[in-house]
């Protein structure tokens, strides 16, 4: 059975992240700030193929041209119909907003239970998507998503799908970051979608994990849709780190722990991006002729940074001299070991030995576009979107605390 309600009025958003490092991270770096000790365990190389880089680097599809005469183009945005999949998620309660504010005709899917462990009764979605039309359906089911669109009674324009696992498990992650995707992808075609827009992420460059394969072979059919529709066009965005997902140790420092880094804190480095601005880029994508069946890493304004840095400009804020505790890489590589040998026996467990290695995986590499060429991470050419930077969130969360970015079921991007 699937409900809809339309409405309009004015709401603040709270966000929540689909980020991909889960609590094992968080809670094993909680415990090195309560009880720190030291650490020497040697670290050893993580293994990069450059040949596997290039099959996954970011191509287009095809020639615009015959596309972008797609009919909905040339409406005004209030006739504009845009299908929001993931809407109740941290970044797809932004994008929503962000629509409306444009002026779209936004409806906006929902589970009637939604939020972190289904925690937001109806009630509280139909506060937190006020502006759209709130469709409830089930899009992990493709009859009642068909079902709960056929009974909106008007076409679909545009699909933008903010959907991701939401710890990053195996299963999980086939559930939502392809099948739920692709029902999103063939509900909406069904009822005139011509245009869809997908989140993404930047790491899929390098896909060790399995949520990482699941959104690559989604992108590889949404391509693939493409390039046998000439009436139909896509727009894939990959972003780079959340600002809550690099908020974890805030609070911790404030109250006098040591910033926790692994090896030299400049193993990894990103050009974190606020859920605003990236709501902004993606509502974007919309309308914009020049995103038309592109592959879009983004990142935000400024430079890129790493840990040591982001450590730097926390404790700057804190006028405290700088105290960091560098882990070596080496002891999460002996954790993932003792996981992937507990698997083998109990496979149960094959989700904490994921988990195990997301935690690694975002420990040691960088959120920037990864040269096919080089095999090397790129700030210069990860492109830069937006205003909002990280010391401007970091100094915000030392006022207001982290109410309203819960980690949830996750912790760093």
């Known amino acids: 059975m699937s409900l809809c309600f339309s409405f309009n009025a004015c709401i603040l958003h709270s966000a929540k992240c689909q980020s991909y490092k889960t609590e094992f991270t968080s809670q094993f770096i909680k415990q090195i700030q309560v009880k720190s000790a030291p650490f020497t365990s040697p670290s050893r190389p993580f293994n990069f193929s450059r040949e596997r880089c290039k099959l996954v680097r970011a191509l287009a599809t095809k020639p615009v041209e015959t596309a972008v005469s797609a009919s909905f183009r040339s409406k005004n945005s209030k ?7 993931g809407s109740t998620g941290y970044i797809g309660k932004f994008v929503v907003k962000e629509l409306v504010n444009r002026g779209f005709n936004v409806i906006a899917v929902a589970r009637e239970s939604s939020g972190i462990r289904g925690k937001n009764s109806k009630e509280d979605t139909l506060n937190d998507l006020n502006g759209a039309s709130a469709c409830f359906s089930d899009v992990t089911n493709l009859d009642i998503l068909k079902k709960s669109l056929q009974n909106l009674g008007f076409p679909v324009d545009v699909v933008v799908s903010c959907l991701a696992s939401r710890t990053g498990g195996v299963k999980d992650s086939w559930k939502i970051d392809y099948e739920a995707t692709k029902n999103s992808l063939v509900a909406g075609k069904k009822f005139g979608a011509s ?6 992420a930047i790491c899929v460059q390098k896909p060790l994990l399995e949520f990482q394969r699941a959104k690559l072979k989604f992108e590889a059919e949404l391509m693939k849709e493409a390039e046998e529709d000439d009436g139909f066009t896509y727009s894939i965005v990959r972003p780079t780190a959340f600002f809550k997902s690099l908020g974890g140790q805030v609070e911790l420092v404030k109250d006098g722990k040591p910033y926790v880094m692994f090896g030299d804190g400049k193993l990894c480095a990103c050009k974190p991006i606020s859920e605003q601005d990236l709501a902004s880029f993606i509502s974007d994508c ?15 304004p400024g430079k890129a940074l790493t840990p040591l840095e982001q450590g730097e400009i926390l404790f700057k804020l804190l006028g405290k001299e700088p105290k960091f505790l560098k882990v070596p890489i080496g002891i999460m590589d002996f954790a993932i070991g003792i996981l992937d040998f507990l698997v083998k026996i109990f496979p149960s467990m ?42 401007e969130f970091f100094a915000r969360v030392l006022r207001e605390g982290m109410a309203g970015q819960e980690l949830g079921e996750q912790s760093i991007f």
């Not at 919309?286 to 069946?293: M, R």
């Not at 989700?351 to 090397?376: N, Q, V």
């Open 195 to 200: 245009h869809f827009v997908l989140l993404s």
């Open 350 to 391: 094959e989700d904490a030995a994921e988990f195990g290695k997301i935690g690694r995986y975002y420990a040691a590499e960088s959120m920037l576009i990864l040269d096919p060429e080089t095999g090397e991470y790129s700030a210069e050419k990860t492109p830069s979107y937006g205003k909002d930077t990280l010391e």
């Open 79 to 85: 006739d504009i119909n845009v299908l929001v999949v």
């Open 286 to 300: 919309v309308l914009s002729v020049e995103k038309i069946n592109q592959v879009l890493p983004i990142g935000g």
